[in-house]
């Protein structure tokens, strides 16, 4: 099945919102989510599938020379099927190409299968920060990635 990953825009917020109900215990509010749109240094990116229908979408910062993944979901229906991959991808390396030369994250302590993406993807472990989550409360590791090692791993910009 092909997908295509493309910046989002107003009209897939209904999508959005619905990844991230389904996806997060604490989901973030349709409003801040809306908002997150008109955030200038966002970049919200969707993937569809080739029937239209959105299965995930990733929100990267990008501040100077400063990326952050702000969020990624893939709906749960669509989980295990290299999406997030796709998706993360995408993004990074948009970013990568607009001037960004490292990525910065958190992520659950117990989120193996996301730990497992982003280390396929040159991030490596930093730090922990103590009860970053609630709902169940949870440490995150912060995980960062430099452009060069992204590329030295053979990917390409």
């Known amino acids: 099945m092909s997908v295509t990953v493309r910046q989002a825009c107003r009209e897939d917020l209904p999508d959005i919102i619905a990844i991230e109900e ?3 215990s604490v989901p973030w509010s ?3 989510l809306a908002a997150e749109l008109d955030n200038p240094v ?3 990116y969707i993937l569809e599938k080739e029937d239209g229908s959105v299965a995930g979408y990733a929100d990267v910062w990008l501040i ?3 990326g952050q993944l702000a969020f990624i979901a893939i709906h749960p229906s669509a989980r295990g099927l290299g999406y997030g991959e796709i998706l993360l991808r995408t993004a990074m390396e948009a970013l ?3 001037g960004c030369t490292s990525f910065f994250l958190e992520v659950r302590q117990s989120n193996a299968p996301a730990q497992g993406l982003y280390r396929k993807l040159g991030y490596e472990a930093l730090a922990v920060r103590k009860d970053y989550y609630s709902q169940p409360v949870e440490d995150a ?6 452009k060069e090692k992204y590329q030295w791993l053979g990917h390409s910009l």
């Open 30 to 32: 349709h409003q801040s």
């Open 64 to 66: 100077a020379d400063e």
């Open 96 to 98: 990568f190409r607009e």
């Open 22 to 24: 389904a996806s997060f």
């Open 141 to 146: 590791c912060i995980m960062h990635c430099q």
């Open 42 to 44: 966002a970049r919200y």
